[in-house]
């Protein structure tokens, strides 16, 4: 279903309040970091230019885990969209910590900005390639005038990062864009890792 309420939080107990199931803490006055387990590709905010991210690969044509799951939803247009995506290299279309932008077509949001994390364990400074992934994502996002944004744990699957670790770096690249979104959320698919991020969001918020 959707994401709940577009009307802003009055944060009555710190900068902290919990809204059914989702975990919202106040990134500014104009901004809110919401956090919530579930499945990225159902999400969306009713009537607002809003997008998700893909954990994508460098091909960028597909995958499993999250990136399987959204090509899936979004329908076969999707993967023909990102053949559109010009090859920096062959085969290349997004380098590591880089993102790109397409339509979402069957999938209940406008765009789809895909990134591509680090394999944890195979390059020399995964922490900041992981945050330029984030980062990137969201300048590409406020480019395109995208006023709600959700993210997947990106690295936290196939490529291994460990999610203490993820979690402070994705955090961390949100709290450097505080005015520029309604809401920032992430969509998180299983226990640990949702626990992982609300510990961190409760340490750094
Ligand atoms: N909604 C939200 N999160 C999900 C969903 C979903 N529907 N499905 C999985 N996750 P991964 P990576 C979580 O492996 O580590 C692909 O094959 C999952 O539980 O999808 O960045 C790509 O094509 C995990 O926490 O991405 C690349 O080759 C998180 O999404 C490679 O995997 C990311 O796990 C990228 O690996």
């Known amino acids: 279903g959707g994401a709940g309420p577009k009307s802003a939080i009055s944060f009555s107990s710190g900068r902290r309040e919990r809204v059914g199931d989702v975990d919202c803490f106040e990134l500014s006055p104009f901004s809110v ?13 009713d009537g607002s230019t809003d997008a998700i991210v ?16 959204i090509h899936q939803a979004a329908g076969p247009e999707l993967k023909a969209a990102c053949y559109e995506v010009p090859e920096v290299r062959p085969g290349i279309r997004c380098p590591t910590g880089e993102a790109r932008i397409t339509p979402a077509f069957q999938l209940p949001v406008s765009r789809v900005i895909h ?10 400074k995964p922490e900041v390639l992981l945050s330029n992934a984030y980062r ?19 690295s936290c699957g196939v490529y291994r990062y460990p999610y203490d670790e993820a979690s402070k770096i994705a955090i961390s690249a949100i709290k450097e864009f505080p005015n520029d979104f309604k ?6 698919f299983s226990d640990d890792i949702y626990r992982a991020w609300l510990e961190t969001a409760l340490e750094l918020m």
């Open 115 to 124: 990134t591509v994390g680090p394999i944890y364990g195979a390059c020399e």
């Open 33 to 45: 970091l919401k956090l919530q387990k579930g499945d990225i590709t159902t999400w969306f905010v």
């Open 54 to 69: 893909n954990a994508a690969n460098e091909k960028m044509l597909g995958g499993g885990g999250v990136d399987g799951a």
């Open 136 to 154: 990137n994502s969201l300048k590409l996002a406020k480019e395109n005038r995208i006023q709600y944004i959700a993210f997947p744990a990106i």
């Open 183 to 188: 809401e920032v959320h992430f969509v998180l």
